[in-house]
């Protein structure tokens, strides 16, 4: 049996045609400030916003895994103010939303390389991970200080040490093993990527687990993606022939 649900849009969406994993590349925060007359850290600042409203949405949903691209390794190029204003959001997001998230059975995850950020930043971080880790909803993961060329270089090196002392020989490492490797190994397999802002590239997020990947491309700034934007990305989404490589 099919159920649907409508939005205030009246799109209906499919049960069983919810992505499980669905992934945000977060795009448009300055611009969006930059059109209000605002510095751009207030559009990182608003943004964080909407990272919860989704979030929740998503919970709501039934979706089994979020990931939000929150800062990536390429994000040190730019000026250091806005890097410092950044790493200090995680503080001020789960002071007023942790609770949210407890109350609503939202577990929060991240991959990334997070000890390259402040001691302060850190602790926030593996404390809200640490709080919410017997929580069986949502899982929120952000992906911090994240490059996918990265964590695939990791997962490689990772690989050839343990075949050099023997844990694993050649004849095992294929896909499957890999992806054991990947900082992404214990979340569902990414079924949809939304980007917003009007750019259509990657941007180095997620580049292996993106392989067969459904894309939404939002000319909408972050922090203006709302609930309504969500549940067309979802309808788009559910319109999909998801073949694999194969024919049906």
């Given at each position: 049996?099919?159920f649907?649900r409508k939005?205030?849009s009246?799109?209906?969406?499919?049960d069983?045609?919810i992505p499980q994993?669905?992934a945000f590349?977060?795009?448009?925060?300055g611009r969006?400030?930059?059109?209000r007359?605002?510095?751009r850290t207030?559009?990182?600042?608003e943004?964080?916003?909407?990272?919860?409203?989704l979030?929740?949405?998503?919970?709501?949903?039934?979706i089994k895994a979020m990931?939000?691209?929150a800062?990536?390794?390429?994000?040190?190029?730019r000026?250091?103010?806005e890097v410092?204003?950044?790493?200090?959001?995680?503080?001020?997001?789960f002071k007023i939303?942790l609770?949210?998230f407890?109350?609503?059975?939202?577990?929060?995850?991240?991959?990334?390389?997070?000890?390259?950020?402040?001691?302060?930043t850190?602790?926030?971080?593996?404390?809200?991970?640490?709080?919410t880790k017997?929580?069986?909803?949502?899982?929120?993961?952000f992906?911090?200080i994240?490059?996918?060329?990265?964590?695939i270089?990791c997962?490689?090196?990772?690989?050839?040490k343990?075949a050099?002392?023997g844990?694993?020989s050649?004849?095992?490492?294929?896909?499957?093993?890999?992806?054991?490797?990947?900082?992404?190994?214990?979340?569902?397999?990414?079924?949809?990527?939304?980007?917003?802002?009007g750019e259509?590239?990657?941007?180095n997020?997620?580049l292996?687990q993106?392989?067969?990947?459904e894309m939404y491309?939002?000319?909408?700034y972050?922090?203006d993606?709302?609930?309504?934007?969500?549940?067309?990305?979802l309808?788009?989404?559910?319109?999909?022939?998801?073949?694999?490589g194969?024919?049906k």
């Amino acid at each position: 049996m099919l159920f649907k649900r409508k939005d205030e849009s009246n799109i209906e969406l499919i049960d069983e045609l919810i992505p499980q994993h669905i992934a945000f590349i977060m795009d448009g925060n300055g611009r969006w400030a930059k059109k209000r007359g605002m510095p751009r850290t207030y559009g990182h600042h608003e943004g964080t916003k909407n990272i919860r409203t989704l979030a929740l949405e998503a919970n709501r949903l039934g979706i089994k895994a979020m990931t939000v691209y929150a800062f990536s390794t390429e994000n040190f190029k730019r000026p250091q103010s806005e890097v410092d204003f950044i790493f200090k959001l995680p503080k001020e997001f789960f002071k007023i939303y942790l609770k949210d998230f407890l109350e609503n059975n939202i577990q929060v995850r991240y991959i990334g390389h997070i000890e390259k950020a402040p001691e302060s930043t850190r602790e926030v971080i593996l404390d809200s991970v640490e709080q919410t880790k017997n929580n069986t909803g949502l899982i929120l993961c952000f992906a911090f200080i994240y490059g996918s060329q990265d964590e695939i270089i990791c997962a490689v090196k990772d690989i050839v040490k343990d075949a050099k002392e023997g844990a694993i020989s050649e004849e095992e490492i294929n896909e499957e093993l890999f992806e054991t490797y990947l900082m992404s190994a214990d979340l569902p397999p990414l079924d949809y990527m939304i980007r917003t802002s009007g750019e259509c590239r990657l941007s180095n997020f997620m580049l292996w687990q993106m392989a067969y990947a459904e894309m939404y491309f939002s000319d909408v700034y972050w922090p203006d993606f709302g609930v309504e934007e969500l549940y067309k990305a979802l309808d788009h989404y559910q319109k999909c022939d998801r073949r694999y490589g194969g024919l049906k």
